[in-house]
């Protein structure tokens, strides 16, 4: 039973919580609030490891004790740069990993990357998220398609998991999605169905 949750960045503007975590609706560009959503989740990523870790202090240039929303969404423009996303959005993991190395290793920062993109079980991504979670790390979620009409609107969709938490209810996945806290059921989420699609990515610090 309880919460496990990640410090996850806390946006704010004019003394006002703006987002929890980063918000595409931000974008200045009409196709990068549509498609944007990818490099948010990167952005998520880089602001939560330059204030948890100083050797990725080279990953967000802004205040990492008070995230404002105007650094964040400087950083939010950086990644996009390296997520520049087509047509379709930004929907490749495997290109996301690559472009978010690539990233990190141009801001100084040494990253490996851990990878769920075969099916699995709810059980599974459980064991796979509790294990990042729990060594600190939040996770990258594309959820490419979900037969649940609750999911309908995060189909084709980057969010970012900080956090899971358990109650009498089952276990539940705490997420980071268009700057909004949300939390789903992990036997919504996660159901053990051949109609749902997803991808899972978290990446762990190496030393220098």
Not at 18 to 44: I, K
Not at 57 to 62: F, I, V
Request: net charge neutral; charged share 20%; aromatic share 12%.
């Amino acid at each position: 039973m309880g919460i496990h949750e990640l410090p996850f960045p806390i946006v704010w503007e004019n003394n006002v919580q703006a987002g929890y975590g980063g918000n595409q609706a931000w974008f200045l560009q009409a196709f990068q609030r549509t498609a944007g959503c990818a490099s948010v989740a990167g952005a998520n990523l880089a602001a939560y490891y330059a204030s948890q870790h100083p050797e990725c202090r080279g990953l967000y240039k802004g205040d990492i004790e008070r995230f404002s929303k105007s650094d964040y969404m400087q950083l939010m423009e950086k990644v996009y740069r390296y997520m520049t996303p087509g047509p379709m959005g930004f929907p490749v993991a495997r290109q996301f990993v690559h472009k978010f190395l690539l990233f990190a290793g141009d801001n100084g920062t040494m990253l490996k990357a851990h990878t769920l993109f075969h099916h699995q079980s709810r059980e599974g991504r459980m064991r796979f998220l509790k294990e990042a979670i729990a060594n600190g790390n939040p996770v990258a979620l594309l959820l490419l398609k979900h037969r649940s009409p609750k999911m309908r609107e995060n189909n084709w969709h980057w969010m970012t998991i900080t956090g899971w938490a358990e109650d009498a209810d089952g276990e539940h996945v705490i997420v980071s999605n268009l700057g909004r806290r949300e939390v789903y059921p992990a036997e919504l989420l996660f159901e053990n169905h051949w109609g749902n699609v997803m991808r899972m990515v978290y990446f762990s610090v190496l030393e220098p």
